[in-house]
T-cell receptor, first 114, second 112 residues
Framework: DAGITQSPRHKVTETGTPVTLRCHQTENHRYMYWYRQDPGHGLRLIHYSYGVKDTDKGEVSDGYSVSRSKTEDFLLTLESATSSQTSVYFC?????????????FGPGTRLTVL | AQSVTQLDSHVSVSEGTPVLLRCNYSSSYSPSLFWYVQHPNKGLQLLLKYTSAATLVKGINGFEAEFKKSETSFHLTKPSAHMSDAAEYFCVVRDTGNQFYFGTGTSLTVIP
């Protein structure tokens, strides 16, 4: 599991409230990613980070912000949650090695916005 | 630009029969290709990956996939399905950039 944890694992919140999800890794990987998973869409990239304080947008970044103040933690914030952000959120790291880099995933966070 | 198409959203097989999950990709470069499996209410687990070392790639749990450049395909196969193979399967492509692109997934049902 590449030492990746996500917290919280489950959260129910109300529309308009801020929410922060945390991804923590123990193996000092440079790249970290946030995805959301919705039925019929697979996993879609929200944001990723290529180092401390270095981030970039993905396919579905609207309504989300991220921060990475230290290598081991990558935070995803919904500034004002909406019902369309109800989803399962996965964090991933990119591990370098062999002939290609490979992603490994955390256990996921199930977020419900009422 | 990269994209991945998983040709079947649902596949049903009988236990003990072969499994074929189809994946086509588009990429401007020689890509890296991956298959992941997700069991119900679980995270994603790497099944196998293609990295240009060999076109036939063997993964965990008896799965394998063959990279066919002329057909831009990376289909996942297993000779004999087991009940524990019932899950969602994702094909993923990456070229030289920082992003990985996921297919929409194939749900595999195994009938006893």
């Amino acid at each position: 599991d590449a030492g990746i944890t996500q917290s919280p694992r489950h959260k129910v919140t109300e529309t308009g409230t801020p929410v922060t999800l945390r991804c923590h890794q123990t193996e000092n990987h440079r790249y970290m990613y946030w995805y959301r998973q919705d039925p019929g869409h697979g996993l879609r990239l929200i944001h990723y980070s290529y180092g401390v304080k270095d981030t970039d947008k993905g396919e579905v970044s609207d309504g989300y912000s991220v921060s990475r103040s230290k290598t081991e933690d990558f935070l995803l914030t919904l500034e004002s949650a909406t019902s369309s952000q109800t989803s399962v959120y996965f964090c991933a790291i990119r591990a370098s090695g062999g002939t290609t880099d490979t992603q490994y995933f955390g256990p996921g966070t199930r977020l419900t916005v009422l | 630009a990269q994209s991945v198409t998983q040709l079947d959203s649902h596949v049903s097989v009988s236990e003990g029969t072969p499994v074929l999950l189809r994946c086509n990709y588009s990429s401007s470069y020689s890509p890296s290709l991956f298959w992941y499996v997700q069991h119900p209410n679980k995270g994603l687990q790497l099944l196998l990956k293609y990295t240009s070392a060999a076109t036939l790639v063997k993964g965990i749990n008896g799965f394998e996939a063959e990279f066919k450049k002329s057909e831009t395909s990376f289909h996942l196969t297993k000779p004999s399905a087991h009940m524990s193979d019932a899950a969602e399967y994702f094909c993923v492509v990456r070229d030289t950039g920082n992003q990985f692109y996921f297919g929409t997934g194939t749900s595999l049902t195994v009938i006893p």
